[in-house]
Nanobody, 124 residues
Framework: HVQLVESGGGSVQAGGSLRLSCAVSGYTYGGFCMGWFRQAPGKEREGVAPFDKDGDTTYADSVKGRFTISQDNAKNMLYLEMNSLKPEDTAMYYC???????????????????WGQGTQVTVS
């Protein structure tokens, strides 16, 4: 049974930084692909960045140059380092695992199956 637990969210002023963490259990960690998504109030959930088993990734245009995704296989953790935060980054942030046969780089929620409960990020 796959479980994902996000943490590290909070309230920060514009220009500040946060580091989100996702603890993973019950998943063949490092074998496939995981990703970070976010959902702002009244908007659809959108992809932020995936991270595949080879360490390759891509970023949504809105976060390029400011966010960095990484993982620690030994600790079964996925991270999202967020710098130069903007008010438009305010959202609930989720980590997720890609579905079997899913496209790791699509940044589409349709390709990802297991989800955490989310952690709130508020930028003012």
């Amino acid at each position: 049974h796959v479980q994902l637990v996000e943490s590290g969210g909070g309230s920060v002023q514009a220009g500040g930084s946060l580091r989100l963490s996702c603890a993973v259990s019950g998943y063949t960690y490092g074998g496939f692909c995981m990703g970070w998504f976010r959902q702002a109030p009244g908007k659809e959930r959108e992809g932020v960045a995936p991270f595949d088993k080879d360490g390759d990734t891509t970023y949504a245009d809105s976060v390029k140059g400011r966010f960095t995704i990484s993982q620690d296989n030994a600790k079964n953790m996925l991270y999202l380092e967020m710098n130069s935060l903007k008010p438009e980054d305010t959202a609930m942030y989720y980590c997720a695992t890609v579905n079997s046969g899913g496209n790791c780089y699509s940044l589409s929620t349709l390709d990802f199956g297991y989800w955490g409960q989310g952690t709130q990020v508020t930028v003012s």
